[in-house]
């Protein structure tokens, strides 16, 4: 980008994210200065990073954004904001108008603002449906979050129409999760708690991928709405056997319990939160962000986030796979790791990075294999630096390993869909090779592969091809 970038909320869950993917920019000699303002300093120290302990509704924000060509706005009230209606409208609608205002006044050419899908309304004739970026926008006039997220969006198609040299990019993401914020800890509990039915379902996406979306919307100069959510969202129902945990339903008298606290002063999330959300979940489809910002989540469904944030990325595995995967780990342990095999020795020395391998269905669980030099490690969890992905179905998987399926059928089908880099495209295929490959010696010497695969049918529920 080559250009000075400001962010206000900088010292936010998200900000701080943010922040740190425009710092590794500019180390890389693509961004020149990072500005991040906030009412409180930035924790980060950085050549390249100035600390600006400024609010949003402060008279002459324009001179801290002084030759900045970009402002991503994430300064927002969202958990603690219904006690002072006044306070909430200030910052949130307020304090982002202040920040437009003075991006234009210091020439900025476009301005990121943190949305959400939120500002569909959480409605009854919302439910069921699937929202694109088309949808109308319409908060809840009783909940503050929804209601000053619409308002700022309402606002904001004022300006875009009187200032059309200024790109305005909305990003809508889903509710996220901070690996290292309060919320994520509750998903590391005994047990998850849980309110309502929990029949509808939820997007929940990963922070680090919403902050991968500011940074390609950066580099677009992409201008408009793009919801941000993960495919696959889970009724909470859900939410317990996703991580392989019990979950239990926080009973109404509680709930109401904590209506009443809320109302007297004690805790800081309002329990709209709770109740608002859940009755009306929102549910959209981020396929523009895909085609224009070429957005691809690292953690592309909501259990996937539930389990790397849970840091029970294979709790959910079949027993087939985690044989087959968590056997391949343990040996990639040994001294030389594990050979890629001879026939691609000069193909697979020339790749070094990471592979995800997420796998869906009623056995959902995600891995990665990091090569170098020709040699694969394996191991449990999805690779943030990950080049490249591989997706399917746990029974496909099954299918390929028994032979009753080719890979490039599995692929051309869809059954298999593979993003990344060409050269990474064949290191799918070669495990599932290397997999049937086991056993094929004569008598004693192939013994043991045969073993294995017979028993890695039997716990895939399938026959192993004589």
Known sequence: MGERVAVTGAAGHLGRAVVARLLDLADRGEVEQVVALDRAPSPRRHPRLRSVVADVRDPGLARHLAGCQAVVH???????????????Q????????????????????????????????????????????????????????????AEVERWLDEVEASTPALVVTRLRPSLFVDPGSGRARLLRGPVLLRFG??????????????????????????????????????????FGAAVGRRAVRVPGAALRALEAAYALGLGDVDPAWFTRTVAHPIVVTSERARRDLGWRPRWPTTGAVLRAVAGRPTACASP?????????????????????????????????????????????????????????????????????????????????????????????????????????????????????????AAGLKGAPGRALRRLVARRAGLEEPR
């Open 320 to 440: 087939a796979t985690r044989l087959v995967l968590g056997g391949a780990a343990l040996a990639s342990r040994l001294p030389g790791g594990l050979g890629m095999g001879a026939h691609v020795e000069s193909e697979s020395r020339s790749i070094a990075g990471a592979l995800n391998l997420v796998f869906t269905g009623r056995a959902p669980s995600e891995w990665h294999l990091r090569l170098d030099g020709g040699l694969a490690r394996v191991l449990p969890g999805l690779a943030p630096d990950a080049r490249a992905q591989v997706r399917m179905a746990d029974d496909v998987f099954h299918v390929l390993l028994a032979g009753r399926l080719a890979w490039t059928t599995a692929q051309m089908t869809g059954r298999v869909r593979f993003q990344g880099p060409g050269e990474f495209a064949f290191i799918p295929g070669l495990i599932v090779e290397r997999f049937r490959g086991l056993g094929q």
């Open 90 to 149: 200030a910052i949130n609608v307020g304090g982002t108008q202040a920040v437009v205002r003075a991006a234009l006044e210091a020439g900025a050419a476009q301005v990121v603002y943190a949305s959400s899908i939120a500002v569909y309304g959480f409605h009854p004739d919302n439910a069921g449906r699937v929202l694109d970026e088309r949808a109308p926008v319409r908060g809840n006039e009783d909940f503050y979050y929804t209601r000053t997220k």
């Open 197 to 238: 039915a929990g029949d509808a379902p939820v997007h929940v996406t990963h922070q680090e991928d919403v902050a991968d979306a500011v940074l390609l919307a950066l580099r677009r100069r992409a201008r408009g709405a793009f919801n941000l959510a993960t495919e696959e969202p889970l009724p909470l129902a859900a």
């Open 74 to 88: 994430l300064a927002f009230v969202v958990e603690a904001g219904s006690r002072d209606p006044a306070e909430v």
